[in-house]
């Protein structure tokens, strides 16, 4: 059930028609809220709810028996990583693995059929998989380091990892951030609802408008990469997809935000205009801020993150940058996407204090941003790309400089408007010309009056969202 189509409207309006009613009772809320969730996840495949479940009851279980018997607390917390880390490698990994050993035998002469074993179940990948495993490990995570109080009972466990608005494709939600909130009284007076529809419409108006029309330039130059080898045209394309991707996922996480606060619940901010990051360091502190942080707290600090020296700093640092890529699909171009981002961090943590230094703040500034974002555009090249040798491809062609006829057509089309009109909005907002802020609520009432009327009107093509595959 996608955010912007007609059936989660009608969701929505049923969701928030009986809200009032059980908001106030802790029990009727997270039952609400388990079964809506329950009706939003299986709109997809229903037969996935019993993976929902029975992982989140184990890792319920768990939490548990952490506490009771914290002499044992360290099997109960295995118990829990195996069971999520499990299912991710059962539904996402088994087919690339098998693959994978099938080739390096046949390598070596040896014929196996490892891929043809794997259960035909697992060639499906459960939407939100990903997401929602990682709310579940870090509750358990968190019992085990005393970091975050108990469920108080199932229900309110089930609440949290399956409220709908994160469910499928984030932000990924602390336990400790959410359980909180769950068993508080829920007041929602008109300025916060307000708000919240505010928030909404702005989700919305990235991804129908921006993204999904940004996206048909991209798309038509990644279905057919041999037809184009003009550089001009792939560095534009490629600059289309940084936004696309920015404005599909932000748009998610914002309307998941406008959604949430409508419950009275409040979501951390996910992206913060990363593409006007001044390091890499920066750049992934404004970049998927909910998987970033998860992957430093869990993994990058579990590690020793930068307390064991400098050599192994740098081993932490490409773990998880490897863990982070991987996470993102079964695909080489994902651990290559990750492997690039972990060369920039070392690179800019053994150089960066010794370049750029300019009087000149702008241009300190200008020389800090194309330094970020002409690497990063580089490897959204393999992020982007169905295979190596696609993205090698377009690779050669980024760096060819070959200029061709055509590049006119391009530049006057209709994704090239909106890309235009999505690096000006972002720009207005960067610097804080946020008219949006402003106390008048007749100026807000027609901004949203004409972002809706655009949205109605200016949409593209209906695409799903980009990180549902994830």
């Known amino acids: 059930m996608l955010f912007n189509s007609i059936p989660f409207l009608a969701f929505i309006l049923l969701f928030f028609g009986i809200w009032p009613l059980v908001k106030h009772k802790n029990t009727l809320k997270w039952l609400w809220i388990c079964c809506m969730s329950a009706v939003f996840y299986g709109w997809w495949d229903w037969r996935f709810l019993f993976l929902l479940f029975s992982t ?46 099938d080739s390096g035998f046949a390598y070596c002469n040896v014929h196996t059929e490892f891929k043809n074993a794997i259960p035909e179940f697992t060639l ?12 579940s490990m870090s509750y358990t995570i968190d019992l085990y380091r005393g970091k975050s109080k108990p469920a108080e009972n199932i229900l309110h ?8 608005p994160h469910l499928v494709a984030g932000p990924i939600i602390r336990a400790k951030d959410i359980l909180q909130q769950l068993t508080k009284p829920i007041h929602t007076n008109a300025v916060q609802i307000f708000h919240g529809i505010k928030i909404c419409i702005w989700g919305l108006f990235q991804k129908m408008v921006l993204a999904d029309n940004i996206a048909v330039l991209v798309n038509d ?10 550089s001009a045209q792939w560095w ?35 992206f913060n205009h990363p593409y006007f990051a001044n390091s890499f360091q920066n750049f992934w502190q404004r970049w998927h801020i909910s998987l970033s942080s998860f992957f430093r707290d869990y993994v990058y600090i579990s590690l020793g993150g930068n307390r064991k020296g400098k050599f192994r700093t740098h081993i932490n640092l490409w773990t998880t940058m490897l863990l982070s890529g991987l996470w993102h699909g079964a695909n080489i171009t994902f651990v290559i996407w990750g492997a690039l981002h972990a060369f920039y961090l070392t690179i800019e943590r053994l150089f ?64 090239i408007f909106w890309l235009v009109v999505g690096v000006l909005t972002e720009l207005f907002l960067f610097y804080k010309l946020k008219l949006t802020r402003s106390n008048s609520p007749i100026l807000q009432a027609v901004m949203l009056s004409l972002l809706i009327s655009i949205i109605v009107f200016f949409r593209g093509p209906e695409q799903q969202f980009i990180y549902f595959q994830f």
């Open 236 to 270: 534009i394309c490629m600059v289309a997809f940084a936004f696309q991707i920015y404005f599909d996922f932000n748009g998610y996480s914002t309307i998941a935000r406008g959604i949430a606060k409508l419950c009275g619940i409040h979501f951390r901010l996910n």
């Open 352 to 415: 960066y204090k010794t370049t750029f230094k300019v009087s000149n703040k702008p241009v300190q500034f200008l020389l800090r941003f194309l330094f970020v974002f002409i690497p990063v555009l580089v490897a959204w090249t393999f992020f982007r790309s169905k295979d190596w040798n696609e993205a090698i491809t377009i690779i050669r062609c980024l760096f060819s400089f070959n200029l061709h006829l055509g590049l006119k057509e391009l530049l006057i089309s209709n994704a």
């Open 56 to 101: 989140g009851a184990i890792d319920y279980w768990a939490g548990k028996f952490i506490l009771q018997f914290p002499s044992k607390k360290k099997f109960w917390l295995w118990l829990s990583l195996t069971t999520n880390i499990g299912s991710l490698v059962i539904f996402k990994y088994s087919t690339w693995l098998a693959t994978a050993i």
């Open 221 to 230: 130059q990644f279905s057919s990469v041999s037809e184009h080898s003009d």
């Open 157 to 164: 466990f089930f609440a949290f990892i399956s409220f709908f």
């Open 124 to 135: 499906v990948l459960p939407v939100g998989i990903s997401f929602y495993t990682f709310n």
